[in-house]
């Protein structure tokens, strides 16, 4: 069974997949850590962990994006952070991935689009950050600058 982090219930990273900045505010915000795993705790404060998930997520992209294994070529890939364009920030996306999510096979739209495309954002590592948004911007303001916690909200988070 793979471990999960979640955020006010929805799955923000991949299955068995924290990152050190991350675990690092979790347990600042209260975290109590059993092996790989934590019960729920509330986040106090937005602003932080929102930061630490786009660092680690995005950092890990980037990562990637730069060193990477190309199946069709049968090489390893280097690449200066210049070199990169917005189609390796969608290297995983399929030729006609999005396409699928939108239209049925004979070009109708699909009336399920709406979920589809939630589906697909929510597996592109590009997109982690704008997930974890999607999850918590309900319960918070923004205030100069900063995601503030609204009075009377909470935001949960636990891995399990």
Request: aromatic letters at 10%; charged letters at 30%.
């Amino acid at each position: 069974m793979s471990n999960r982090f979640y955020v006010n219930g929805v799955q923000i990273y991949g299955n068995n997949e924290m990152f050190p900045r991350t675990k690092e505010e979790l347990t600042k915000q209260g975290a109590k850590w059993n092996g790989g795993t934590f019960g729920v705790i509330e986040i106090k404060d937005p602003q932080a962990l929102m930061d630490v998930v786009t660092k680690d997520s995005l950092g890990f992209l980037k990562d990637i994006m730069m060193n990477h294994y190309d199946p069709i070529k049968d090489e390893d890939i280097e690449k200066s952070f210049d070199e990169l364009t917005d189609i390796d920030a969608l290297s995983s996306l399929l030729p006609k991935e999005l396409l699928s999510c939108i239209y049925e096979k004979d070009g109708e739209p699909n009336l399920l689009a709406y979920r589809r495309i939630e589906n697909w954002i929510a597996n592109k590592r590009v997109m982690t950050p704008y997930l974890l948004w999607t999850v918590i911007k309900d319960d918070v303001d923004f205030k100069e600058g900063k995601l503030i916690l609204k009075e009377g909200n909470t935001i949960t988070a636990t891995m399990y």
